[in-house]
Structure formats: C-alpha cells, structure tokens
C-alpha cells in the first residue's frame, strides 16, 4: 500500500514551452502533497506544499508563477514549469501525505527528470 | 529551526565489510528521525524510522540506526554490505507534530567487488 506515481517519468522540451507533471496517490487518499526539487548529486530541497482544494504554500525564493501546482482532488496534484528554461533543468519528486497515529508519513513518487534545451 | 548534516558525502566499501553512515541534527523541538535510499533515477524508499521508544532502530535490507539524543545523531549501519546497497543514502528530520521533512546532503555509498 501507499503508493505513489509520477508521470511523466521522463520529459525534454524546449525552452520557453510548458511541462506538467502529475503526481498521484494510488491506494490513498492525501489532502497534503509535497514537490521537491533535486539537483545532480545534492539534497533535495521542498519547493511547495500543495493543499487540496486550497493554494499551494511556496518556500522562500519559489516562484509562484514560474511552477503552478494543483491539487484538484485528494489523489492528484500537478506541477506545471512554465516557460521553462535550461536551469529549470532537475529531478523533480513529489511526495503525499498519510494522516495516521503517530505521525504523518510521506511516501514518494519515483520522480520525473525535466530536461529542457 | 532544524538542520541535519551527512559528513560524508561518499563512502566507499568493500562488499561483505562493515559501513556506517553519519548523520548529526540540530533542533529545538523534539523530531522524527529517518533514514531513506535512493536508487539512481529514482524516488526516495524509506530504510527506516525513529518516533520514539527504543533507540536502537532496525529497518530493511538489514540496516539499524542508533538515535543519540545527547549526542544528537542518528547513524545508520549496516554488518555486510552487498553490491546492491550502492546508492545515496539521505537522512531527514521532521519536528514531531509536523508535515516537514528536512533532508541531509546525502551520502553516496559505493560497494566495491
């Protein structure tokens, strides 16, 4: 149980073009989803937390405008790169929540490497 | 605020010997501690976790963490590696009671034949 897709798992654009990345929960319900964003051989580094039915909330130094999330039903959330460019080029990997005792455990999608020229 | 810090960002070892992985946090508040793995090109599986009781934690693939409170650490280790452990390796903390995973830089565990 508690599963959790990305699609696509692969992309490359062009720049100045739009991506969606789409995250979803298969075997549960997640009112609370997650994107992160992963350079080459560092950390990863929470760019949103997205709400279902509600804004997403953007860490610090996040463009809003430059990565739109939707969380439009309880198992599906969408990253969308607008405009994109060389260095939006990443390893982008989203993660849902799981309300439970004692706590709320994160489970993450396999990710999705964004490559664009 | 909270911070987790992986000393080592590689380690190399040999199949069949011994490996522990470091991992120090800083927090003010009491927190979750994890211990996830990632396979190249993939997303992140869970080894294992501490939320609280015993301080000696074992998970899958035959790996145990040792949470130190006074010490602050939370290293993982494993008795025999196998070629197939070779990944990163990123430790994480969550402050109790909250969504909010900080991660580690990782370390880069390589199984040599």
Redesign the interface.
Known sequence: GAVVSQHPSRVICKSGTSVKIECRSLDFQATTMFWYRQFPKQSLMLMATSNEGSKATYEQGVEKDKFLINHASLTLSTLTVTSAHPEDSSFYICSARLRGPPYNEQFFGPGTRLTVL | AQSVTQLDSQVPVFEEAPVELRCNYSSSVSV?LFW?VQYP??????LL?Y??GSTLVKGINGFEAEFNKSQTSFHLRKPSVHISDTAEY?CAV?P??A???F????T?LTVIP
């Open positions: 979750y996830y090109n993939q997303g992140l599986q869970l976790k939320l609280s990123f969550s109790s009671g969504n909010n995973l991660f580690g830089t990782g880069r």
